[in-house]
C-alpha cells in the first residue's frame, strides 16, 4: 500500500507496510502514482510488465514535456531496486497470521490512579463529569493507593518499567495520598527489582512550592493543562465560582515548568469548535516559555455546542499545516518546541506489535477507581459494563480482556485500507465505542484528524532531514 501527498513544497511518497517515507521529485511522485493506479487495477503489487511501463512512459512524457525517456527509464529502474529491497509496493507480513496477536501479553505494565475523584475546577467539556465520572464525588485511601501498587507489580510479570499515572478529578485535593504511593512505591520497586515511572496531570490550581519540588524529584513525567490563549481557557476551564482559571494557573505552570529543566513535560490543551484556530493557542503556550506542548480535540456528543464539525475540517487541517510550518522556522531560528502529535520516529519507534495492537487498554494498562474498581482506561470509568475486577482479586471479567487482547487493527475492518493504521494502532477504543457502540468500530472523524497529523509529521521528518544534509 502507497500512500502520497504534496504537503509544503515536499512530495511524499509513504510506503506503508514498511514504513519507509521517499521524498521524490515531481516526475517520480507522478510515475510512483501511475504504477499505483496500474496496481490497483491489476493486482500487479507495483510489478508492472514492459507494456505497461511502456504506456507509463508516453504519458509521463506528456505529462513532462522537459525529461527524456531514459529519465523515465532511471525512474523505473529506482523503483524496481526498492520494491526489491522492501521498500516499496511491500507486503504485510502479518495479516496472514492474525493468530500471533490473539494471545498477547496481558501482564501488567500501567495504572491510571484516579486518586481524586473530585475538582476544584467545573470544565464544561470535561469527559469525567467535573471529575466525578458519572458517579459520586470520592478520594482515593492510602490504603488503596498501596494496593494498587501491589496489584501491579504482582501481575506485571517480567516488566521491568512500569508506570503510574496520578489522576482524577484534580488528584492534588488528595495530595498526601500522592506523596504516600510515592513513597511506597519506591520502596516497594526495590524489593521486586521493578522501575516505577509515576506521572502527575494536574489543572495547576494547587500547584504550589511543595508540588514543585516533590515532583521534580519523583515525577518521570508532569502533564499540565492549559488551553492557551487567556479568553480560549476561561471559556470553559473555570472555578467552582464560576471564574476564568489563566491567572491562577499561568505563573503557577510556568514556575513549574521552568523548574522540571531537563525532565520530562507537557502542557496539554483541548480545542473545540469555539477555537477552530487552536494553533494560535499553541504559538501562545510556545511564546509563553513552555516548549513541550500536546492539543487535543474535543470528543463529545455531536449535539454539543462545543463539538466538532464536518464544517471544521477544512479549517483544521489548515490549522495543522500552520502548525507544522511554524514550528520548521522556528527551529531554523534556534526557537523550537515538540509537538506531542508530530513525535514520530521513522528509524527506533514501535515494534511492529505495538503497532498493531495498540495502546494496551484492558490488557496492560488499567484505571483504577478510589473504590480500587479497574477498567479498561480512564475513558471507561463509570460505565459499569466495562469494570474488569478489582485490584484486590484481580481481573475477574477475562471474556473482556479477551475482547480488548483481539482489539488490534485487523479486527477493524475499516482500517484495512487505511495508509495511517500502523501509525495510530487501531485509534482510541474508548472513542470507537462511545462513538459506535464497539471498541472495534471506527471513530471516522478522529481518524481524518490523525491521518491529517501524520502527514504534517512525516514532512517535518522529510524537511528535517534534507535539512542535516545541506
Same mark, same amino acid.
Given at each position: 500500500? =502507497?500512500?502520497?501527498?504534496?504537503?509544503?513544497?515536499?512530495?511524499?511518497?509513504?510506503?506503508?507496510?514498511?514504513?519507509?517515507?521517499?521524498?521524490?521529485?515531481?516526475?517520480?511522485?507522478?510515475? =510512483?502514482?501511475?504504477?499505483?493506479?496500474?496496481?490497483?487495477?491489476?493486482?500487479?503489487?507495483?510489478?508492472?510488465?514492459?507494456?505497461?511501463?511502456?504506456?507509463?512512459? $508516453?504519458?509521463?512524457?506528456?505529462?513532462?514535456?522537459?525529461?527524456?525517456?531514459?529519465?523515465?527509464?532511471?525512474?523505473? $529502474?529506482?523503483?524496481?531496486?526498492?520494491?526489491?529491497?522492501?521498500?516499496?509496493? $511491500?507486503?504485510?507480513?502479518?495479516?496472514?497470521?492474525?493468530?500471533?496477536?490473539?494471545?498477547?501479553?496481558?501482564?501488567?505494565?500501567?495504572?491510571?490512579?484516579?486518586?481524586?475523584?473530585?475538582?476544584?475546577?467545573?470544565?464544561?467539556?470535561?469527559?469525567?463529569?467535573?471529575?466525578?465520572?458519572?458517579?459520586?464525588?470520592?478520594?482515593?485511601?492510602?490504603?488503596?493507593?498501596?494496593?494498587?501498587?501491589?496489584?501491579?507489580?504482582?501481575?506485571?510479570?517480567?516488566?521491568?518499567?512500569?508506570?503510574?499515572?496520578?489522576?482524577?478529578?484534580?488528584?492534588?485535593?488528595?495530595?498526601?495520598?500522592?506523596?504516600?504511593?510515592?513513597?511506597?512505591?519506591?520502596?516497594?520497586?526495590?524489593?521486586?527489582?521493578?522501575?516505577?515511572?509515576?506521572?502527575?496531570?494536574?489543572?495547576?490550581?494547587?500547584?504550589?512550592?511543595?508540588?514543585?519540588?516533590?515532583?521534580?524529584?519523583? @515525577?518521570?513525567?508532569?502533564?499540565?493543562?492549559?488551553?492557551?490563549?487567556?479568553?480560549?481557557?476561561?471559556?470553559?476551564?473555570?472555578?467552582?465560582?464560576?471564574?476564568?482559571?489563566?491567572? #491562577?494557573?499561568?505563573?503557577?505552570?510556568?514556575?513549574?515548568?521552568?523548574?522540571?529543566?531537563?525532565?520530562?513535560?507537557?502542557?496539554?490543551?483541548?480545542?473545540?469548535?469555539?477555537?477552530?484556530?487552536?494553533?494560535?493557542? #499553541?504559538?501562545?503556550?510556545?511564546? @509563553?516559555?513552555?516548549?513541550?506542548?500536546?492539543?487535543?480535540?474535543?470528543?463529545?456528543?455531536? $449535539?454539543?455546542?462545543?463539538?466538532?464539525?464536518?464544517?471544521?475540517?477544512?479549517?483544521?487541517?489548515?490549522?495543522?499545516?500552520?502548525?507544522?510550518?511554524?514550528?520548521?522556522?522556528?527551529?531554523?531560528?534556534?526557537?523550537?518546541?515538540?509537538?506531542?502529535?508530530?513525535?514520530?520516529?521513522?528509524?527506533?519507534?514501535?515494534? #511492529?506489535?505495538?503497532?498493531?495492537?495498540?495502546?494496551?487498554?484492558?490488557?496492560?494498562?488499567?484505571?483504577?477507581?478510589?473504590?480500587?474498581?479497574?477498567?479498561?482506561?480512564?475513558?471507561?470509568?463509570?460505565?459499569?459494563?466495562?469494570? @474488569?475486577?478489582?485490584?484486590?482479586?484481580?481481573?475477574?471479567?477475562?471474556?473482556?480482556?479477551?475482547?480488548?487482547?483481539?482489539?488490534?487493527?485487523?479486527?477493524?475492518?475499516?482500517?484495512?485500507?487505511?495508509?495511517?493504521?500502523?501509525?495510530?494502532?487501531?485509534?482510541?477504543?474508548?472513542?470507537?465505542?462511545?462513538?459506535?457502540?464497539?471498541?472495534?468500530?471506527?471513530?471516522?472523524?478522529?481518524?481524518?484528524?490523525?491521518?491529517?497529523?501524520?502527514?504534517?509529521?512525516?514532512? @517535518?521528518?522529510?524537511?528535517?532531514?534534507?535539512?542535516?544534509?545541506?
Amino acid at each position: 500500500m =502507497i500512500h502520497q501527498y504534496k504537503l509544503n513544497g515536499f512530495n511524499i511518497v509513504l510506503d506503508v507496510n514498511s514504513g519507509s517515507v521517499h521524498c521524490v521529485d515531481d516526475v517520480a511522485y507522478d510515475i =510512483i502514482r501511475l504504477f499505483c493506479v496500474s496496481a490497483e487495477e491489476n493486482g500487479n503489487e507495483g510489478v508492472l510488465t514492459e507494456d505497461e511501463k511502456d504506456g507509463i512512459c $508516453s504519458q509521463i512524457l506528456k505529462e513532462h514535456p522537459e525529461v527524456t525517456e531514459e529519465d523515465v527509464r532511471e525512474v523505473f $529502474s529506482d523503483i524496481d531496486a526498492l520494491r526489491e529491497e522492501g521498500k516499496l509496493f $511491500s507486503s504485510d507480513l502479518f495479516e496472514p497470521h492474525p493468530e500471533l496477536l490473539k494471545n498477547r501479553d496481558t501482564h501488567v505494565k500501567a495504572l491510571c490512579l484516579h486518586v481524586a475523584h473530585t475538582c476544584n475546577l467545573s470544565c464544561s467539556y470535561c469527559f469525567a463529569s467535573q471529575g466525578k465520572f458519572h458517579g459520586e464525588r470520592a478520594l482515593m485511601s492510602a490504603e488503596t493507593a498501596r494496593a494498587a501498587i501491589d496489584f501491579l507489580i504482582r501481575e506485571s510479570g517480567t516488566h521491568y518499567n512500569l508506570d503510574v499515572d496520578f489522576f482524577g478529578g484534580e488528584p492534588l485535593m488528595n495530595w498526601e495520598v500522592v506523596k504516600e504511593t510515592v513513597r511506597y512505591g519506591r520502596q516497594q520497586e526495590k524489593l521486586h527489582n521493578k522501575n516505577i515511572r509515576f506521572t502527575l496531570t494536574t489543572n495547576g490550581v494547587g500547584v504550589n512550592d511543595e508540588v514543585i519540588d516533590f515532583s521534580n524529584r519523583e @515525577m518521570h513525567n508532569v502533564v499540565l493543562s492549559l488551553d492557551g490563549r487567556k479568553e480560549v481557557h476561561d471559556r470553559f476551564r473555570r472555578t467552582i465560582n464560576d471564574e476564568g482559571s489563566y491567572d #491562577i494557573v499561568l505563573p503557577k505552570f510556568r514556575k513549574f515548568a521552568a523548574a522540571r529543566g531537563d525532565r520530562e513535560y507537557y502542557m496539554r490543551g483541548t480545542y473545540t469548535h469555539c477555537n477552530t484556530d487552536f494553533t494560535e493557542d #499553541i504559538l501562545h503556550m510556545a511564546d @509563553m516559555g513552555f516548549d513541550r506542548l500536546s492539543m487535543e480535540p474535543v470528543v463529545t456528543d455531536s $449535539s454539543d455546542p462545543v463539538a466538532l464539525t464536518e464544517e471544521d475540517l477544512p479549517v483544521l487541517y489548515r490549522q495543522y499545516e500552520i502548525l507544522a510550518e511554524e514550528m520548521l522556522k522556528r527551529q531554523k531560528e534556534g526557537n523550537p518546541f515538540v509537538f506531542y502529535h508530530y513525535m514520530i520516529d521513522l528509524e527506533a519507534g514501535p515494534c #511492529i506489535y505495538k503497532r498493531i495492537a495498540g495502546c494496551g487498554a484492558g490488557t496492560e494498562y488499567y484505571a483504577v477507581t478510589p473504590w480500587g474498581d479497574l477498567y479498561p482506561c480512564h475513558q471507561f470509568v463509570g460505565e459499569e459494563k466495562f469494570r @474488569m475486577g478489582d485490584i484486590f482479586s484481580g481481573i475477574s471479567a477475562k471474556d473482556l480482556q479477551e475482547e480488548f487482547a483481539a482489539n488490534n487493527i485487523y479486527a477493524h475492518e475499516e482500517c484495512a485500507d487505511c495508509w495511517a493504521k500502523l501509525y495510530c494502532s487501531g485509534g482510541c477504543a474508548a472513542n470507537a465505542w462511545h462513538g459506535t457502540g464497539s471498541i472495534s468500530g471506527v471513530y471516522e472523524y478522529g481518524c481524518k484528524l490523525f491521518r491529517k497529523r501524520m502527514e504534517c509529521a512525516l514532512m @517535518m521528518k522529510a524537511a528535517e532531514a534534507l535539512a542535516a544534509e545541506e
